[in-house]
C-alpha cells in the first residue's frame, strides 16, 4: 500500500472515530488476517487482534450463510473492560474497532459503519480465492 493511501486510510480513521468516546483503536484488515492499517494501536498489537478478529468474522460470516442470514453488517462483542466492533468494509476488507466501555453503543456502532462505508467507496481488497488443483 502506497504512503498517500495509508495517509488517507489514517485520515479517515481518525476523522471517524476520534468522536467515539473511549475508543482506543482500530485495525483495517484484509480478510484473511492480514493488516492494511492501524490507528492508535502498536504494530504487534494490531496485528494480533486483526488476526483473532478475522477468524471472529469468518465464523459470523459462515453461520449467516447456514440461516441465510444475508451479508454480516456488524457484530458487537462486550467485554469486562472493552467493546469491540467488527464490520465489513469494502470488497474483502474488514474494520475492527476497540473502545473502552465509555464509548456509547450506538454510536460505536454508528461510526463505524459510516467510517466502513466511507473506506469501501474506494478500498476494495478482492478475496483471494483458491488457485484450481491440478
Known amino acids: 500500500m502506497t504512503t498517500s493511501a495509508s495517509d488517507m486510510i489514517y485520515s479517515v480513521l481518525d476523522n471517524n472515530l476520534s468522536r467515539i468516546a473511549g475508543v482506543q483503536g482500530a485495525v483495517l484488515l484484509s480478510n484473511d488476517g492480514i493488516m492494511l492499517s492501524a490507528y492508535l494501536l502498536e504494530r504487534d498489537r494490531a496485528e494480533r487482534i486483526a488476526a483473532a478478529s478475522s477468524g471472529v468474522a469468518a465464523t459470523m460470516k459462515a453461520i449467516s450463510r447456514e440461516v441465510d442470514g444475508g451479508r454480516v453488517i456488524r457484530q458487537l462483542v462486550e467485554m469486562d473492560e472493552s ?48 488457485a484450481p488443483s491440478s
Request: net charge neutral.
Open 83 to 130: 467493546y469491540l466492533c467488527i464490520v465489513g468494509c469494502g470488497e474483502g476488507s474488514t474494520l475492527i474497532v476497540v473502545t473502552s466501555r465509555k464509548a456509547r453503543l450506538g454510536e460505536l456502532g454508528g461510526e463505524a459503519v459510516r467510517t466502513a462505508q466511507a473506506l469501501g467507496e474506494w478500498l476494495g481488497t478482492p478475496e483471494r480465492t483458491q
